[in-house]
């Protein structure tokens, strides 16, 4: 009953930007809070941002925060994640998902949806 898809990753240069986009197959999107995980190969997944249902309240890993920015577009059912000043420690599998939550979350285990993820390479 919820399908996510990722798009928007790719081959970038350190310090190039991207922007990931979900796109959200689901009734009553902004019920959601959202989220943006990533995977490196070998590596747990990692908390990157998340937003709240209303759009109000968002949250950062250390390591992205000041380069990042979460965004959604409930008219769109939509989030998406600004990627400025990239860096070769950022690549990995950028993974979107949707939690039946009002706040923001951190935790993975918390994530109700998942999308299939979309891999992201900077070089350095």
């Known amino acids: 009953q919820v399908h996510l898809v990722e798009i928007g990753g790719g081959l970038v240069q350190a310090g190039d930007s991207l922007r990931l986009s979900c796109a959200a197959s689901?009734?009553?999107?902004?019920?959601?809070?959202m989220g943006w995980f990533r995977q490196a190969p070998g590596k747990d997944r990692e908390f990157v941002a998340g937003i709240s249902w209303a759009g109000d309240r968002t949250a950062y890993a250390d390591s992205v925060n000041g380069r990042f920015t979460i965004s959604r577009d409930n008219a769109k059912n939509t989030v998406y994640l600004q990627m400025n000043s990239l860096k070769p420690e950022d690549t990995a599998v950028y993974y979107c998902?949707?939690?039946?939550?009002?706040?923001?979350?951190?935790?993975?285990?918390?994530?109700?949806?998942w999308g299939q993820g979309t891999q992201v390479t900077v070089s350095s």
């Open positions: 689901m009734r009553s999107f902004s019920n959601y809070a």
């Open positions: 998902a949707a939690a039946v939550a009002v706040v923001v979350l951190t935790s993975p285990n918390l994530y109700n949806y």
